[in-house]
């Protein structure tokens, strides 16, 4: 999974985001996950990807790998 934000020109607003793919290389086409939320300049979108979002992916990353048993889970957070 990787998070963000995107501009939605249909809203002309940013928006914060979540890609996700099926491997763990991130090849191919990403799903995307975009939040009701819009907001007028990047930085705001970012504030509420890192306040509201990344903690619940964070989370839900963990209890993943507390469930994989004889698996490895990595988890960088890039800034």
Not at 44 to 55: C, D, E, G, S, V
Request: glycine share 6%; with cysteine.
């Amino acid at each position: 999974m990787k998070g963000g934000v995107a501009f939605d020109s249909s809203a002309n607003a940013y928006r914060a985001i979540v890609r996700w793919w099926d491997n763990a290389e991130c090849i191919g086409e990403p799903q995307q996950w975009e939040s009701s939320e819009t907001f007028s300049t990047e930085e705001a979108a970012m504030a509420y990807y890192k306040i509201r979002i990344r903690p619940e992916l964070t989370r839900l990353m963990s209890d993943a790998a507390q469930k994989e048993k004889g698996g490895t889970f990595l988890h960088r957070r890039l800034e």
